[in-house]
């Protein structure tokens, strides 16, 4: 008996060293970026990114009642049913109030899920006030970025292949162009596929919209925090799909202005070219 108990206490120990050093690693890796041995999600810079927190908290308190209570109610049907205590078992089939609870709660259960489900999915889907719109085009394997209203000027954004990284980029994740957006402000994204379905995703601005071919998704994000955030390609889009990443640098407004100025020049020959190539097939 002593060999077991002190068997289980080495079991539980192992857990909680275990559940600590999770908890370690999750608050290290909270950042814009894949990190190594992450646990936990990327810190939000959106208001969606951050109500889509709100919401995982909820599933997840939701979640640990809903064990706790059921694994109490296992083990009290264990220990009080067991065959020792009960040589002679009741033969009850039916018990109207529990069948009645067994029902409602859940019922209940969904409907405080489905409330602020709702609510963030009518939020995410679209704004009313956006200060400017970007089109993003999904091809194989690359991203194309529009820029409406800011010139009307687009680009291609490719990743850099392994051996032309310089030191402090990112492998996998590194483009020529990035797209780059004002922080601060709602940002219209209007998504589409050029040849098959693509998924546009950044995890830190909880976005993911996937570009269908004959068809313009929506979406929106306003980037409350400066700074370079990562994302990729997360449909399985053919066999380069895992060379599609995403790039977004969120600058000042000064700066962003400055930057479309260069752009504007930087991509008009290139926009030239590809729309005289397309008017002579």
Not at 117 to 126: E, K, P
Request: aromatic share 10%; with cysteine.
């Amino acid at each position: 008996m002593p060999s077991n108990r002190k068997r289980i206490a080495t079991v539980f120990f192992g857990i909680l060293l275990a559940a600590l050093a999770g908890v370690g690693l999750t608050t290290g890796a909270w950042a814009a970026e894949p990190q190594p041995w992450q646990l936990g999600m990327q810190t939000p810079v959106t208001p969606g990114k951050e109500s889509l927190h709100s919401l995982h908290d909820l599933l997840l308190w939701l979640i640990t009642i809903i064990v706790i209570f059921v694994l109490a109610l296992l083990i009290y049907v264990m220990v009080r049913f067991r065959a020792s205590a009960n040589p002679n078992p009741s033969r009850t089939s039916h018990n109207t109030l529990i069948e009645v609870l067994w029902t409602v709660i859940p019922v209940i259960i969904l409907v405080v899920i489905a409330v602020p489900s709702f609510r963030l999915l009518y939020f995410m889907d679209r704004t009313e006030e956006a200060d400017m719109t970007i089109k993003v085009t999904g091809h194989q394997w690359y991203w194309n970025y529009a820029y409406p209203d800011n010139g009307d000027f687009a680009f291609d954004s490719y990743m850099i292949p392994e051996e032309d990284l310089k030191p402090g980029q990112k492998r996998l994740l590194e483009v020529d162009n990035a797209l780059v957006v004002p922080a601060g402000k709602n940002i219209r994204v209007l998504v589409a596929g050029a040849d098959v379905m693509h998924s546009w995703l950044v995890p830190a601005l909880g976005v993911q919209l996937y570009t269908i071919p004959g068809r313009i998704n929506e979406t929106w994000f306003r980037i409350d925090k400066p700074g370079t955030y990562y994302g990729q390609c997360n449909q399985i889009c053919g066999v380069n799909h895992a060379y599609m990443p995403v790039k977004v640098e969120a600058v000042s407004e000064a700066e962003f202005e400055a930057w479309v100025k260069q752009a504007q020049d930087k991509f008009a020959d290139s926009g030239d070219r590809k729309v005289a190539a397309a008017a002579a097939q």
